[in-house]
């Protein structure tokens, strides 16, 4: 560390500066003002903020500290390694002053020369907020960090201290008054709390509005200048790695903003974004420690989360565990959340512009009515970190080609799906249970999200209330009209043809029905041992061999059965039986591209009870 000696205006270098008290300036930079080199090469007293080390200088000596430090000249920006330990120091720096005094170039002296007259401390209150040093960036941290901190005016009169004027200073910056007294620590803030202090603070350089909080979150980076936005992102990404506090992600996209997105990544653009987050702390309840584990992957941010599912809104509802303390205590909606849509790779943030409540007893409930139920078990959800504008076009089309299933039963066969494996006929289990999910299953909106992938094959399972296993198997994919076609080339995006059929267990008797007329040699009679299929390969390799067979099937001409019967073997049925349930039960299947919207293929699954007389 570079200081100057307050009496000859030389330099003193230390790595030890605890063991040398000084003095230290803030102040808002304007034209002229004293380099380095202006300093080596004995030029200083030629610039016009001269005075700034001159005064700075003459407070210390009378106050009887021999050092002082000024950011304009006790750094050699020419050298990048210097100027990099400098801005990751800077916090420190300021912490371990003796005192830092804050120039206020622009706060006008009192009008009777008297500061604490009642003329004087009424002219304070009236200008102290206009003063710019309050909405630069880099005087966050060299307000919060000294423990004593003087303010000046324009003319070198001491107008307050940080104590004396706590209540103005905590209105104007919305900096808690226990934080500036130093008698709340500032790792126990929360993150968006800490962001909304710099919501309205400004940088000359883009990058200075990441590298001037380094100290605010007690994290460090390399200063990349030329950046750009980018560095506040690397920001949050440093401070993810240093904390659970998931307020971080609690940002909000102004409503106003003519430019506002339909769906976001999971990480903010501007501090900006948190300019509605001065009142949010995090909920001090240890049961919630293991739902705020999450990691940094190249692919966004994996959580392991419990997330509500809307199937009115087709999302879902991730709580943050943090609260708005403005908003009256004890209500229903006390968890802050955000909503999420599913893709085919995973989450992305939606309707941004709001932040929405969850109840906080509720969250370990499984179920708070038929549309609106939360996960029994955490699921690992990833939400990209940011959007290209390829990526936002290509979300815009996320459903084409996607599959979407519609069941059609009467109320004496209550059913199931789920991609999860199979159910034992458990409400909890079946809402959300199981810990793996397949990616393309979008839950919320009962679709497959196939990204338009030829070779897409997807599964479901299906299970009836009063069986003791899976029931029947869904499998669906695609065709294309030009089989022979190389991946990825011209006719990559040609249409897609659907396929869909049923696949029933080999513990279940069955009867397979085609279209009248399909030849015998024509029917298609299933994938034979399925189970085994299973028991040999993973699961993504298990639905590639199933789509490869099945495709096979279909470019020989082979038909697919539309319906097929399940009949119930001896001592199948569980003993749960509602009045009612058939003993055989009629599945009538079929794929559609009609509808609201085309691009999506609606599977409709027909469930009926079977009366093998009429039948007959």
Not at 283 to 302: K, L, S, W
Not at 416 to 436: C, H, I, Q
Not at 479 to 492: H, S
Not at 517 to 539: C, H, P, Q, V, W
Request: hydrophobic content about 35%; some cysteine; aromatic content about 12%.
């Amino acid at each position: 560390m570079r200081l100057i000696n307050a009496i000859d205006y030389t330099f003193f270098e230390t790595d030890h500066p605890d063991d040398y008290p000084y003095a230290i300036l803030s102040h808002t930079w304007g034209d002229n003002e004293v380099s380095f080199q202006d300093m080596v090469h004995d030029k200083a007293q030629e610039r016009t903020a001269w005075h700034k080390v001159q005064w700075t200088c003459e407070l210390a000596r009378d106050q009887g500290t021999s050092y002082v430090w000024v950011d304009t000249c006790c750094i050699d920006k020419s050298s990048s390694a210097e100027l990099t330990e400098a801005i990751n120091s800077m916090f420190e720096w300021y912490k371990k002053a003796t005192v830092c005094y804050a120039y206020l170039g622009d706060l006008p002296e009192s009008p009777n020369k008297n500061p604490q007259s009642a003329r004087g401390k009424e002219q304070l209150q009236s200008d102290l907020g206009r003063c710019r040093w309050f909405s630069r960036g880099w005087t966050l941290q060299e307000l919060i960090a000294p423990k004593r901190v003087e303010f000046y005016d324009q003319g070198w009169n001491l107008r307050g201290t940080k104590e004396s004027l706590r209540f103005e200073i905590s209105v104007i910056t919305g900096i808690d008054m226990s934080v500036l007294a130093h008698s709340e620590d500032l790792p126990n803030v929360a993150v968006a709390k800490k962001m909304s202090w710099a919501a309205n603070r400004h940088t000359t350089r883009v990058e200075d509005v990441a590298y001037s909080l380094l100290g605010i979150f007690d994290v460090n980076l390399a200063l990349i200048y030329g950046e750009g936005a980018r560095a506040f992102l690397r920001l949050q990404e440093a401070i993810s790695y240093s904390t659970n506090d998931l307020s971080l992600f609690a940002w909000l996209e102004d409503d106003r903003n003519p430019d506002i997105q339909s769906y976001y990544g999971l990480l903010a653009h501007s501090p900006r974004q948190f300019t509605k987050c001065g009142h949010f702390e995090c909920i001090p309840d240890p049961r919630r420690h293991d739902r705020q584990f999450f990691t940094n992957t190249n692919r966004g941010v994996e959580f392991q989360a419990l997330l509500k599912v809307d199937e009115l809104q087709g999302d879902y509802l991730m709580p943050l565990y943090c609260r708005d303390a403005a908003q009256p205590p004890g209500g229903r909606h006390d968890i802050v959340a955000i909503r999420l849509v599913k893709t085919e790779s995973g989450f992305v943030r939606h309707r941004a512009e709001k932040l929405f409540g969850v109840d906080d007893e509720a969250v370990y409930l499984a179920v708070d009515s038929q549309k609106l139920y939360w996960d029994t078990y955490p699921r690992s959800v990833r939400i990209a970190k940011t959007l290209s504008p390829a990526e936002m076009n290509r979300l815009h089309g996320q459903l084409q080609d996607a599959f979407q299933f519609i069941f059609h039963a009467p109320k004496a066969l209550p059913w199931w799906m789920s991609t999860n494996g199979p159910l034992k006929g458990s409400d909890e289990v079946a809402r959300g249970g199981g810990y793996f999910r397949a990616t393309y299953h979008d839950q919320a909106r009962d679709l497959f999200l196939t990204a338009g992938y030829r070779y897409f094959t997807g599964l479901a399972y299906v299970t009836l209330s009063a069986y003791l296993g899976v029931c029947f198997e869904i499998l669906c994919g695609f065709w294309p009209d030009e089989p022979n076609r190389k991946p990825g080339g011209a006719g990559q995006n040609a249409k897609l043809r659907p396929w869909v059929i049923i696949q029933v267990p080999t513990n279940i008797e069955w009867t397979a029905c085609f279209d009248e007329g399909t030849e015998e040699t024509d029917k298609f009679r299933g994938l034979g041992d399925i189970n085994a299929m299973k028991r040999e390969l993973s699961y993504s390799r298990f639905l590639d061999r199933a789509g490869q067979e099945i495709r096979a099937a279909l470019s020989q001409g082979k038909v697919l059965p539309t319906k097929v019967v399940l009949r119930k073997p001896p001592g199948t049925w569980g003993g749960n039986v509602g009045a009612g349930f058939p003993s055989d039960v009629e599945v009538d299947m079929s794929v559609a591209s009609q509808g609201d919207d085309p691009r999506i293929h609606r599977v409709t699954i027909k469930l009926r009870g079977y009366n093998p007389e009429k039948a007959a």
